[in-house]
């Protein structure tokens, strides 16, 4: 017999006393059977007080950042499929149920709720020029992306869950959550869901720049991280071809005269190819390394059922 699956609702937040109310009222009629958690990032205002009042279970995380949320509630919360939104009201609770149907149907470990835009308000200027700019990269440098890969809308699998080592504590918690699932190629989709403007009283608490940067730094970062060979290849690649554009004019003189009579030079482009070497070994002992860490988490998600299967 088949057994009705737990559901958790996650709703990181952080003063978002004029959205809280209506984000948990919308997800508890949406998914009635669902337990709302609502994890509080050291809030200024009443933020605590009316989720608990609206009927969502409240806990707190006391290091700021939202990453460092994720990897509390990841860490805390039990159950078989695990919703995730931010707090604000911008996502359309709605959609949860499609978005567990989607998962559980076609045993997915994450279904990415891609945004579309109801009002003009709901992106500030350069965010979505920037999420855009952000998803081609992170296409680029690993192959397959998502559309929307800043989306706080989020439905993962228990073995998701249990096997993310949460690594950031920011913004960029999204960026590494796709990576993660990239990397170890699990079963993905994206459902397209509404996404509106904040409730009036709330604002957003994203830097365009700042935060924009920090997403950049992490993305290279986890591209040095999961692919080194590349990445140090690459470094070894541009410090060989330097040496050589460096080293044509002193080998067409020494061919001539048979003298170096740029010494420095010389000695400058057996330092640049000495580094070369040692990048390309660099990525090559480091790539090892990877693959082990790798397979130690594939069988970390591994250990838990597929989504699904008890449904």
Known sequence: MSVAPRIAVLLPCYNEEAAIAQTIAGFQRALPDAVIYVYDNNSTDRTVAVAGAAGAIVRSERLQGKGNVVRRMFADVDADIYVMADGDATYDAASAPGLVARLASERLDMVVGARITQADAAYRRGHKLGNALLTAMLARLFGRSFSDILSGYRVFSRRFVKSFPVLSGGFEIETEISVHALELKMPVGEVETPYFARPEGSTSKLSTYADGFRIVRTIITLYRIEKPMLFFGMIGGALAV??????????????????????????????????????????????????????????AYLAHPAPGSDI
């Open 242 to 299: 330097l040496a050589l554009l460096l080293a044509g004019p002193l080998a067409m003189t020494y061919m001539h005269t048979g003298l170096v009579p740029r010494l420095p030079t010389a000695v400058l482009v057996t330092g640049l190819m000495i580094l070369a070497a040692l990048s390309a070994f660099t990525g090559l002992i480091l790539d090892t390394v990877v693959r082990g860490r790798r397979e130690m988490r594939r069988l």
